[in-house]
C-alpha cells in the first residue's frame, strides 16, 4: 500500500499525464471533493470534471506538500494554458486505506469564473 504521501505525489502526476484510469484506481468509489466553485460527490464525477479540465491544465508546480498521518495539504501552482498562467491552489486531502477519500481545494476562483464567463 502506498503511503499518503506517494499517494497524493501520484495522484498528480497521473493527471499530468492524462492518465486517468490511474487517477481514478487512486481514488476512493464515494470520494468527496469540495472547490471554491463546485462539489463532486464519486470518483466517478471528478475523474470526469479533471479530463475535462487537463485540456487547461499543463502541469503543477508543487510548492509544498505537508502530510500528518492520513491527510495531506499541497500547496501548488497549476500551471494552465490560459491567459491565468499560473493559478496558485492549496488542496485538502484525507486518504484511506492508501486511496483518496476526500479533497478540499481552495484557490481564488475569481480569475476562473471571469475565463469561463468570456467563452475561453
Known amino acids: ?3 499518503t504521501h ?3 505525489e501520484s495522484f498528480y502526476s497521473s493527471i499530468e499525464r492524462k492518465d486517468f484510469a490511474a487517477v481514478r484506481r487512486l481514488l476512493h468509489d464515494d470520494l468527496e471533493f469540495q472547490g ?3 462539489t463532486v460527490e464519486g470518483a466517478d464525477d471528478l475523474v470526469a470534471t479533471l479530463a475535462k479540465l487537463s485540456r487547461l491544465t ?3 508546480r508543487v510548492e509544498q506538500l505537508f502530510v500528518d498521518g492520513d491527510r495531506a495539504c499541497c500547496v501548488y501552482d497549476l500551471i494552465t494554458a490560459t ?3 499560473a493559478s496558485p491552489v492549496a488542496d485538502y486531502f484525507v486518504v ?3 486511496r483518496i477519500a476526500s479533497i478540499r481545494a481552495h484557490c481564488d476562483s475569481r480569475p ?3 475565463l469561463f ?3 475561453a
Request: hydrophobic share 40%.
Open 36 to 38: 471554491p466553485v463546485e
Open 96 to 98: 484511506r486505506d492508501g
Open 1 to 3: 500500500m502506498k503511503t
Open 6 to 8: 506517494e499517494t497524493i
Open 83 to 85: 491567459p491565468l498562467g
Open 58 to 60: 499543463e502541469s503543477f
Open 112 to 114: 476562473w469564473v471571469a
Open 117 to 119: 464567463a468570456s467563452g
